[in-house]
């Protein structure tokens, strides 16, 4: 089993930055791919960004230049910088972890943390 563990959330202002950091901990070599998706009232989960073990990176246009996703392998931790914020980055962050490749559909991953709010409002 895996548990994976959000943090880093809050309410924060138009313009402003946050990281999240998701923490893994159990059966950790089964993860190859790590994800954040977000989802925010009335609308459908969607993944923010990707990474996989050795650092390939994605990420969906609305934040590309804006958010970062990175790992320390060392730690068993799973980084999203998120700068620039804007209102329609509000949202429920999530991070999730699965074997092999990056995916794009959350049904192919198999462990998700428990969700951390996001708020950019003034």
């Known amino acids: 089993q895996v548990q994976l563990v959000e943090s880093g959330g809050g309410l924060v202002q138009p313009g402003g930055s946050l990281r999240l950091s998701c923490a893994a901990s159990g059966s950790i070599f089964s993860i190859n791919s790590m994800g954040w998706y977000r989802q925010a009232p009335g609308k459908q989960r969607e993944q923010v960004a990707a990474?996989?073990?050795?650092?390939?990176?994605t990420y969906i246009g609305s934040v590309k230049g804006r958010f970062t996703i990175s790992r320390d392998n060392a730690k068993n931790t799973v980084y999203l910088q998120m700068n620039s914020l804007k209102p329609e980055d509000t949202a429920v962050y999530y991070c999730a972890g699965k074997n092999g490749v990056i995916a794009n559909e959350a049904y192919e991953y198999n462990y998700w943390g428990q969700g951390t709010q996001v708020t950019v409002s003034s």
């Open positions: 990474i996989t073990t050795d650092y390939y990176t």
